[in-house]
């Protein structure tokens, strides 16, 4: 009975070195709406390269930054830019980049995706193109930047599109 429990905590003690992990904030709607400067739905135009540098430095070589330019369609809370576009500064992977508990970035849809399916009836629906719910701070040149982080960016924004179409349900 002793070997088998020492058995049993010696493959734990092995195990759990291998099994880490990187922690994530719960960010909820309450917090990400009480954190925020800036809530608003928007649709995204265009994403441009830019210059800038992650601010966390464990991804610094492998993160490129982006900004995409949104039209503001409606304000939750805080005062939108007066010219009714935003712009966010967020950050991509460089092509070829693989990262082990790496960070949950962004990226936009500047156009609605296809959907293709069906059982014995097939169907493909072009999605329109979504709005954003983005929850934001302010930041440098005129710009903002996800509530919850440049590192966890993609929980501060949630992707909206009305509801999908009757032929997707038919069997």
Avoid at 29 to 56: G, M, Q
Avoid at 134 to 149: I, N, Q, T, Y
Wanted: net charge positive.
């Amino acid at each position: 009975m002793r070997f088998i429990f020492m058995t049993v905590l010696g493959a734990t003690l092995t195990l759990t070195a291998f099994a880490s992990a990187r922690q994530i904030e719960n960010w909820s709607y309450e917090r990400l709406f009480k954190e925020a400067d800036l809530v608003v739905i928007a649709t995204a135009k265009a994403t441009a390269e830019t210059n800038d540098s992650p601010p966390d430095v464990r991804w610094k070589s492998d993160l490129v930054g982006q900004q995409t330019t949104f039209a503001v369609d409606a304000v939750l809370k805080g005062k939108a830019p007066a010219t009714s576009t935003l712009t966010v500064l967020h950050f991509k992977l460089k092509p070829g980049v693989l990262t082990q508990d790496g960070p949950l970035l962004v990226a936009f849809r500047t156009k609605g995706p296809t959907i293709e399916g069906g059982g014995a009836k097939k169907y493909k629906v072009l999605l329109g193109t979504p709005q954003y719910l983005l929850f934001l701070k302010a930041a440098d040149k005129g710009r903002f930047v996800p509530v919850s982080g440049q590192a966890d960016s993609a929980l501060s924004v949630k992707e909206i599109y009305p509801p999908l179409p009757e032929v997707m349900d038919e069997k």
